[in-house]
């Protein structure tokens, strides 16, 4: 049991001092019932805050799936763009989430945060190898032989040791379909350059066993799991 004004602020609603203020001055509503009284406690299982009309389920910890529109950095300091950070409402932003890696200015899709330090640490660790899916279109059209470099291995720049596709697939002409388990700087786009291929759009639709849902619109956000991304274990 937590008293109200502890739950607001472990939601990110303010400092201590400013969720007490929301709770004595009737801006809060309990599972659908005004609460005033910034001392009572409660259950925060299936617990819903109301705060100005829009719904605060309680999550320990959040973590939440963004579809990420071109034009954003994934960056906390971001330097030429908006940060993806904008495109959260505060309550999240307060509670510190933050992009689990990042996905570069101009790519697209699925991007997960989270305020959970155990779970961003075990999502981006090398040695866990998260899968992540990327549909790239690129300059050229795809050819059987640039699918068996993806998949045999390419090697980059920085590093002599060859990074190699999980899966690579064809889906048209320019379009393909990529599985990575790593995650290096620009890996897809210096991949497919080593191919003598370019590059030309990345959209991200899966991190771990989560993928993007077709409804959720570019620029919007939604809560999820940890299930979700680590396919049933918790
Ligand atoms: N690979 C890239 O090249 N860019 C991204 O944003 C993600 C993976």
Same mark, same amino acid.
């Given at each position: 049991?937590?008293?109200? $004004? ?7 609603? +303010? ?36 705060? !100005? ?5 309680? /999550? ?10 071109? +034009? ?20 999240? !932003? ?29 999502? =981006?660790?090398?040695? !866990?190898?998260?899968?992540?899916? /990327?549909? &790239? ?15 045999? +291995?390419? *090697?980059? $720049?920085?590093?002599?040791?060859? *990074? ?27 991949? =497919? &350059? &080593? ?12 991190? +771990? ?23 049933? &274990?918790?």
């Amino acid at each position: 049991m937590e008293a109200l $004004a502890d739950i607001l602020f472990s939601q990110g609603f +303010g400092t201590r001092y400013e969720c007490k203020s929301l709770v004595e001055s009737g801006q809060i509503l309990v599972n659908n019932q005004l609460i005033d009284d910034p001392y009572v406690l409660f259950d925060t299982s299936d617990l819903v805050l109301t705060y !100005r009309n829009e719904n605060w389920p309680y /999550y320990e910890k959040a973590v939440i799936a963004l579809n990420k529109p071109q +034009g954003y950095e994934c960056s906390l300091k971001p330097s030429a763009h908006p940060s993806v950070m904008t495109l959260l409402p505060t309550p999240l !932003r307060v509670r510190g989430v933050q992009p689990v890696g990042r996905l570069d200015v101009d790519t697209t899709g699925l991007l997960i945060l989270t305020d959970d330090g155990h779970l961003l640490h075990r999502w =981006i660790h090398p040695k !866990r190898h998260v899968p992540k899916t /990327y549909v &790239a279109t690129c300059r050229y059209s795809v050819s059987e032989d640039m699918l068996d470099m993806l998949m045999t +291995g390419v *090697v980059l $720049a920085d590093d002599p040791r060859p *990074v190699k596709a999980q899966q690579a697939k064809k889906l048209s002409d320019y379009r393909l379909s990529l599985v990575l388990t790593q995650g290096k700087y620009h890996q897809v786009k210096r991949m =497919i &350059a &080593a191919c003598h291929n370019r590059c030309e759009s990345l959209h991200r639709t899966s991190f +771990g066993a989560y993928t993007l849902p077709n409804e959720l619109q570019p620029g919007h956000w939604m809560w999820i799991r940890p299930e979700d991304v680590n396919g049933g &274990a918790v």
